[in-house]
């Protein structure tokens, strides 16, 4: 198994992929085109779905590759796999004066209030204790 993240021609992240079974490949410029190889030869790998190819980074270039596929940990692919890539720039609401979350931000309040919900009801079993006993 191996976990990448993938970013555009800017640097930007787009995805993270989990591929059970990579395919590697490397450009064959004498004919044009991809053919399958050991990882060790590899300048690209096939994306988890089949549908893309995302150029290696760090490897020789392939013409035309639009994805770069950096090998990244398990630990950090389960933060980046539900990631959205429009967390960056989200779309202002209709309401100039309402706050814009970022996925990470609304996660972090979401942990808040899920603490200050465990908080509420340790004191409320302590209470009921208290009134039961």
């Not at 591929?19 to 085109?33: A, D, G, M």
């Not at 980074?57 to 692919?77: E, K, L, N, S, W």
Request: charged share 25%; with cysteine; proline share 6%.
């Amino acid at each position: 198994m191996i976990y990448l993240k993938v970013l555009d021609a800017d640097g930007n992240f787009v995805s993270a992929e989990e591929i059970e079974t990579p395919i590697y490949v490397k450009y064959q410029s004498r004919n044009k085109l991809l053919l399958q190889c050991p990882a060790l030869h590899a300048q690209g790998i096939v994306s988890a779905n089949g549908s893309e190819t995302y150029q290696l980074d760090g490897r020789d270039a392939i013409p035309g590759m639009v994805h770069t596929a950096v090998f990244i940990t398990q630990a950090d692919y389960e933060l980046l796999k539900d990631t959205d890539p429009e967390d960056n720039n989200p779309t202002p609401p209709d309401d100039p004066g309402a706050e814009v979350l970022t996925r990470a931000e609304l996660s972090a309040k979401v942990a808040e209030l899920e603490a200050a919900n465990a908080t509420l009801l340790e004191c409320v079993l302590e209470m009921s204790e208290a009134v039961y006993a």
